[in-house]
Structure formats: structure tokens, C-alpha cells
């Protein structure tokens, strides 16, 4: 395999392999893509197992003549060369692909595309969500970036906002970004990022199944196939399984591993959000909901179980899985038998984030993609590019998806991401979050509302007529 040669703008600070995760900075830590995707579709991948094909899935014959944009139907492109903004490089220096820290095979699609079209993909490794920042670089110094790795999570809408991407309904296949993904990405009616349930990662609930057994306890599996996958159940969870085991006086058993946990999840499975999205980029205040204050009643409760929010020890590393029976994460492969090199005998499964009344409502997604930018000299290119990067991951994640899990759980997965939400819920000047400090602190629900009520009325207020502007 060939070296690549790597324009570099930021050297970036790599994270401790795919199981230690990244968050918004390598600092702060919550998660990190994972070397899975989930597949909506469960759908067995035609492609070759180790590099696979955009002609792999046969999408021309299906899509002929259906009048939508498809990069399988570009035979050639006037300028075959394209940039491409990364996190990280897709190479390492002896060439081979960069697996540990990218889910996705970029490094494949950018050898497909070259071998196809004959140009070059230049790749500017940026470092850690810094590719909108990037690209307002090029805006000013007349440079161009065809394509950014983007992810969602406080970066969106506000990077659409700001106009530092290009809407990509006119070059966007469906064949291989699928609906319920893009949408996570839907600005005053328009798209603006690659993706699909393979890049779009699902936050779920791991548990230790031994550990329930062990305990004879109903694991939430089966809790959540009767429809009594509740906040109740969680909390009593999180209550038995929060034990000093050893008898120093020191939590060292956790029912919800605390440190890296994400409760705006649990709120967003709820419905539960202070603020969301009415169309045309607007928005309204709604931290007075029902779900709102089933939410802040479930952190006042959460925050009361003695031990329950101590930090784990970790160094950056993940908690060792006998030592918190459930987790809160988007990495299935970190955490199904088979993936990431775990070696144990314990069994483990997932359900998505419970909720009040234990029906599904949505379920939060780390929403990452590719999106076009606003510095772009040759955005067909770097649409084709994209969807083959789209296409790879497609095919890989379910390949490993496969690999990992059975027919129950791929058709439960299946279930949970027919209805998803991206947990980036921020706007320029908005609180969100609001109240929910106060919530674990022990404040009422109510005295919350009363208090942030006008606060966040105001705010989404001022927010609405800035965009007007």
C-alpha cells in the first residue's frame, strides 16, 4: 500500500486507542466513534470483506432512472482532485490504514477514488473537532477544503449557521446516507453532512448479563421486552450494584459506571429537551414538560444513591467491565463479546436508554459525517468522495455489526434506531442544559422551571431574531 503524503495544520493529540474515547478535546473525555457502526437494515454487505466496492451493492440497477443524484452514476469528474479536512491522518506512516482511531475505512474510499478518477485527495490532518475552524481559515486566506470530517455534537447547527458548510441536497445518494441520519443534519430545510447508521453512532445501555444472572435479577432486556424498561429500574439498578465489595469504606463496584456517563442522553431518550427545533432554524422553550420534570426528578434521584456519582480511577482508561455492571456509551464494539479484543467469559448485552413509562421514545446518536465546505472549488468531487466513504462504512459496520451480534439483537438494534435523535442540542446563546445542576443538587423540578422559565424564553427569543438577521 502506497505512503500517503500528509498536509498537516494542527498536530493532533492522539487518544488512547478506540476503548479510551474522545469527547468534544482529548481532555474531556465521553466518547469516541466506534470501530462499528449499526446497520438499519442488517443487511448482509456484498463488498469484499477487506476493501470492499462502491459497485458492491448493486445500487445502480436498483436506482436507475429514479431521478436522484447517485455517485455510482459519475463515470468521470472535471477535476478529480479533492481536500479533505481530518481529525486525524487515514494513513499511518508506513502507509497501512489508520484503524485505531477513525471507525470509518476513509484510507480505502480515498485509494477507490483515486484509482477511479485519477486525481489526488490532498488529506490536512486538523486535529480534534477542529475542521470548522479550518475551514473559516481557508475563507479568509483564499484556500480551499472540499470536504470536513465534522461531528455534530455543539458543532451543529451552529456551523450551518454561520455558513461554513454548503447545503448538499443536489449531490446527496440515499443509497448510502441513509434518512434518519442525514436528518440529524436537516437546517431551514436542507442538508449539510454525509452520514448514515454506520458513521451515526447510537448511545445505548450496556449491562454485564453474568452479573444479573448471578443476582437473579430480570436483566433490562427483558425488562425492555415487556415494556417496563423504566427510570425506576435504573435507579433500583444503580442502587443494588453501587457496593464497597472489599469493605475499605470505598465504593468500588458501580451499577452505572459515573465517570463517563452522559445523563443528557438519558433526558434526550425521554423526549426531554429545554429547547428544540420548530423549522426554519427557530426555536421554542419547553423546559416545563412533563418529560422536563421526569427528568430533573430522575437526576435529583440519581445524585441520592450513595456512591453512585464517584469517580472511577481510571486514567483515561476504561472501567473494567466486573466493575460497573452498566454503561452508558455509543461503542459497540468496546462492549459486545468479540469486539476490541475483550477476553473474558462474562456475557453482555444493550437496550436503549430507558425512560419514565418504559416506551421507547428516541434514542441519542453521536451524529458524525462528512460535510461540504463553504471553501470548496470542487464539491462534486468531494460529494463522490464522501458517499464512498459513506459507502465503506456502510459495509464495514455491517460486516463487524454481523460479526458481533445476533439475529435478536441486530433486529433490536434495527427497532431502537427507527426513531433517533442527535445529542448536540446547542445554540449560540441558549442554556441549554439548564437546571439540571440545581436537579442533583436537590432542587424541585418546579422551583427549576420557575426559575429559568423567562430566562430560556428570552434566550430563544433573542437567538430567533438573530437569525432573521
Keep these: 500500500m502506497k505512503k500517503r503524503v500528509v498536509s498537516m495544520i494542527l498536530t493532533a493529540t492522539l487518544c488512547a486507542g478506540l476503548l479510551a474515547g474522545c469527547g468534544d478535546s482529548p481532555a474531556n473525555s465521553s466518547s469516541e466513534p466506534s470501530a462499528t457502526g449499526s446497520s438499519q437494515t442488517g443487511e448482509q454487505s456484498s463488498a469484499p470483506e477487506e476493501s470492499g466496492t462502491e459497485e458492491g451493492t448493486g445500487t445502480e440497477d436498483e436506482t436507475a432512472g429514479d431521478g436522484q443524484w447517485h455517485y455510482t452514476d459519475v463515470d468521470t469528474l472535471e477535476n478529480p482532485n479533492v481536500t479533505i479536512a481530518l481529525y486525524w491522518d487515514a494513513y499511518n506512516e508506513d502507509g497501512s490504514y489508520n484503524t485505531k482511531n477513525y471507525a470509518y ?7 477507490a477514488f483515486e484509482e477511479k478518477y485519477g486525481g489526488t485527495v490532498t488529506i490536512q490532518a486538523v486535529g480534534w473537532n477542529k475542521g470548522a475552524n479550518a475551514i473559516a481559515e481557508s475563507l479568509e486566506t483564499g484556500d480551499s477544503i472540499d470536504l470536513v470530517f465534522t461531528e455534530g455534537n455543539k458543532r451543529f447547527p451552529g456551523d450551518a449557521v454561520s455558513e461554513l458548510y454548503l447545503p448538499i441536497d443536489a449531490y446527496l445518494d440515499y443509497n448510502v446516507c441513509d434518512a434518519a441520519s442525514v436528518d440529524a443534519f436537516l437546517y431551514k430545510g436542507e442538508h449539510y453532512v454525509y452520514t448514515n447508521a454506520s458513521i451515526t453512532q447510537p448511545y445505548l445501555l450496556f449491562y454485564n448479563v453474568t452479573m444479573f444472572e448471578e443476582e437473579s435479577l430480570e436483566t433490562p432486556t427483558e425488562l425492555y421486552n415487556k415494556g417496563e424498561w ?12 453501587t457496593r464497597d465489595t472489599d469493605g475499605d469504606g470505598q465504593v468500588d463496584q458501580w451499577g452505572l459506571e459515573p465517570s463517563r456517563v452522559k445523563r443528557q442522553n438519558i433526558g434526550y431518550a425521554n423526549d426531554a429537551m429545554q429547547v428544540y427545533e420548530v423549522g426554519n432554524g427557530e426555536l421554542a422553550a419547553s423546559i416545563d414538560t412533563p418529560e422536563m420534570i421526569q427528568y430533573y426528578e430522575f437526576l435529583t434521584a440519581y445524585a441520592a444513591i450513595p456512591g453512585a456519582r464517584e469517580g472511577c480511577d481510571t486514567d483515561g482508561q476504561w472501567v473494567e467491565r466486573r466493575v460497573c455492571a452498566m454503561m452508558s456509551e455509543a461503542n459497540i464494539a468496546a462492549w459486545l463479546p468479540g469486539g476490541e479484543g475483550y477476553e473474558g ?26 460535510a461540504l465546505s463553504a471553501s470548496a472549488t470542487n464539491p462534486e468531487g468531494a460529494a463522490v468522495l464522501a458517499s464512498m466513504i459513506c459507502q465503506y462504512a456502510k459495509d464495514a459496520g455491517t460486516q463487524e455489526l454481523e460479526k458481533l451480534c445476533d439475529a435478536e439483537q441486530i433486529e433490536r438494534l434495527n427497532t431502537i434506531m427507527t426513531k433517533i435523535i442527535p445529542q448536540r442540542r446547542e445554540y449560540e446563546g ?6 439540571e445542576g440545581e436537579a442533583q443538587e436537590g432542587t424541585p423540578a418546579q422551583t427549576i422551571i ?5 430566562q430560556l424564553e428570552g434566550e430563544v427569543e433573542a ?7
Design 105 to 111: 475505512p476513509i484510507g480505502q474510499a480515498i485509494e
Design 230 to 241: 423504566t427510570y425506576d429500574k435504573l435507579l433500583e439498578y444503580i442502587t443494588y450494584f
Design 345 to 370: 467469559s462474562d456475557k453482555f448485552d444493550f437496550v436503549p436508554l430507558p425512560t419514565y413509562d418504559g416506551r421507547q421514545a428516541t434514542t441519542p446518536v453521536w451524529d458524525n459525517g462528512f
Design 430 to 435: 441558549v442554556s441549554v442544559g439548564a437546571g
Design 450 to 454: 420557575e426559575t429559568y422559565k423567562s
Design 463 to 469: 437567538y430567533n431574531a438573530a437569525l432573521q438577521k
